[in-house]
């Protein structure tokens, strides 16, 4: 199931990742937020070297399985917070 948008990315940079840092009522459901979490501390360590390669191909399945498409897969490799 794709939860991972470019709206999603747009809100998630708006708050420099502190999900508490919006009002309850424009929070996007917790498994979301906390799957964008996994995977950019994921992408980090695989930036830095700390993971094998079976590792980084179950990151890769689960960047498909998380986002809506190619380009917001490549926005969230991007994002630097």
């Known amino acids: 199931m794709s939860s991972i948008d470019h709206g999603f990315l747009d809100l998630y940079e708006a708050v420099a990742g502190e999900l508490e840092r919006l ?6 459901r ?6 964008a979490d996994e995977l950019l501390l994921d992408l980090h ?3 830095h070297g700390y993971t094998t ?3 980084d191909k179950h990151v890769e ?3 498909k399985e998380e986002c ?3 380009s917001v897969v ?3 490799r991007a994002l630097r917070l």
């Not at 009002?23 to 996007?28: E, F, M, S």
């Open 23 to 28: 009002p309850k009522a424009d929070r996007p």
């Open 30 to 35: 917790a498994a979301v937020w906390e799957a």
């Open 45 to 47: 360590m695989m930036r």
């Open 53 to 55: 390669e079976s590792y």
């Open 61 to 63: 399945r689960r960047l």
């Open 68 to 70: 809506e498409d190619d």
């Open 74 to 76: 490549e926005r969230l």
